[in-house]
């Protein structure tokens, strides 16, 4: 009994004596962020920014690699799996949380949010809008009301379980508006499809919606958190239009699988809070649409267990489901 218990401590040094070194030799070779939806939305935008000045502080190639499918749990559920060495992270938006809680059969991919990552940081905060395109003629969020009791009006959202589907739901509970929800895979369809009229409304980001504002294919009709937001001063609350409650916001943040050695935790999370702190890189944020947050990996994990906590009962009492 003795001599089992001295090599399994044995065996437990040694690897731990492994991951200490694997940690100071790190990174060996290229580091791949998976972003688990297609290529062209704010995530995979996002990534993009990070992994080339990452790619230069680092030493090594910083890959993105988008693997789509299932509202985000496909690509997820492979970083979960990959080896918590370090080359192998997830750029995510807060759906990580919320897909599986929505979707009615889980993929063999299913992963666990509380227990099964390593939060590194938190990347940044994005405000969600409803915005209309050329597939209603309102142009408030009261006329769009209006125009629903008389017709169903549909809007699009990134994916079931997505927070813009969540949000769409609930604004739908809270108001009584008839707005029925049109999954895509990924953002770039959803807009594409506003901007050309086949589907009237969308809850979504700002950055995405941005270039479209300019020549009138898009307009905000209202935003969906406490106050209005810096990224858009003119487009008032949910609550200011008198629909209060209601409030959901996105965010993003860096994973890794768990059981990443702390020290590259430390690196990764140093490296990125100073690439957050440059100019250029904060206007390119602002671009996508997203505000700046950074701090300590436990600030990422607490963003992800309440967001995990609060919309397990939303989904739950709202009965927000999807195939």
């Not at 749990?73 to 759906?95: C, E, F, H, R």
Request: charged share 20%; with cysteine.
């Amino acid at each position: 009994m003795m001599k089992r218990m001295w090599k399994w401590m044995a065996g437990c040094a040694l690897a731990g004596a492994t991951v200490a070194a694997m940690a100071q030799g790190w990174p060996a070779k290229p580091v791949t962020i998976v972003v688990a939806y297609p290529a062209g939305g704010d995530t995979d935008a996002l990534a993009r920014v990070f992994a080339e000045r990452l790619q230069a502080r680092l030493g090594q190639p910083v890959l993105v690699e988008n693997k789509p499918g299932a509202s985000g749990i496909i690509g997820s559920g492979y970083v979960a799996k990959a080896a918590p060495d370090g080359y192998t992270l997830l750029m995510a938006p807060n759906t990580f949380a919320m897909a599986q809680l929505v979707l009615k059969t889980a993929p063999s991919a299913a992963y666990d949010v509380r227990n099964g990552f390593t939060p590194i940081i938190q990347v940044g905060a994005q405000p969600l809008f409803i915005a209309a395109g050329p597939g209603t003629k309102a142009r408030t969020l009261k006329e769009a009301m209006e125009e629903s009791k008389k017709s169903e009006l549909a809007y699009g959202s990134p994916g079931s379980g997505s927070p813009m589907h969540v949000l769409g739901e609930m604004f739908n509970k809270a108001t009584g508006a008839n707005f029925r929800h049109v999954p895509y895979r990924g953002v770039a369809p959803v807009l594409t499809d506003v901007a050309g009229g086949h589907v009237p409304l969308t809850w979504m980001t700002y950055g995405p919606v941005e270039p479209y504002l300019a020549d009138g294919k898009m307009r905000l009709l209202g935003v969906a958190q406490a106050e209005r937001t810096p990224l858009a001063p003119q487009v008032p609350t949910l609550a200011e239009l008198g629909y209060k409650g209601v409030e959901v916001s996105a965010w993003n943040g860096l994973y890794g699988p768990k059981g990443m050695p702390p020290e590259v935790v430390s690196r990764l999370n140093a490296q990125i809070n100073e690439i957050m702190r440059q100019p250029e890189v904060t206007a390119k944020m602002k671009m996508l649409g997203v505000l700046p947050v950074g701090g300590p990996p436990e600030t990422l994990a607490k963003t992800t267990i309440a967001d995990l906590e609060r919309f397990t009962r939303v989904v739950k009492e709202l009965n927000i489901t999807a195939d």
